[in-house]
């Protein structure tokens, strides 16, 4: 199994861009479509992006699709999400999961794994 690890949270001001990373200690990285999650205070953790195990195929939440990448690199058990034209409606705790072969999997109970999460907050 995995463990993922998130950082590069942090204060940006809106429009600017942040970029995400999540490492993944343990074994068999490849194997897991990766997917990253938000949840805002006093709101329900919603789906933001997720790959899989490949890094071939994407989905995206319509509210950061065109300004959100998801992309992974399997040599280093790390997978990022690069933020761009961030709203004040981003702010949120960001969350990185790992679902063992998950195809196409945008709801939380979908993975097995998650991180302890990183607070990103957008200023207006």
């Known amino acids: 199994q995995v463990q993922p690890v998130e950082s590069g949270g942090g204060l940006v001001q809106a429009g600017g861009s942040l970029t995400l990373s999540c490492a993944a200690s343990g074994r068999a990285f490849s194997g897991y479509a990766m997917g990253w999650f938000r949840q805002a205070p006093g709101k329900e953790r919603e789906f933001v992006a997720y790959i899989n195990w490949s890094g071939g195929r994407t989905y995206y939440a319509d509210s950061v699709k065109g300004r959100f990448t998801i992309s992974r690199d399997n040599a280093k058990n790390t997978v990022y999400l690069q933020m761009n034209s961030l709203k004040s409606e981003d702010t949120a705790v960001y969350y990185c999961?790992?679902?063992?072969?998950?195809?196409?999997?945008?709801?939380?109970?979908?993975?097995?794994?998650w991180g302890q999460g990183t607070q990103v907050t957008v200023s207006s």
């Open positions: 999961a790992a679902g063992w072969r998950r195809v196409g999997a945008l709801t939380p109970d979908e993975y097995e794994h």
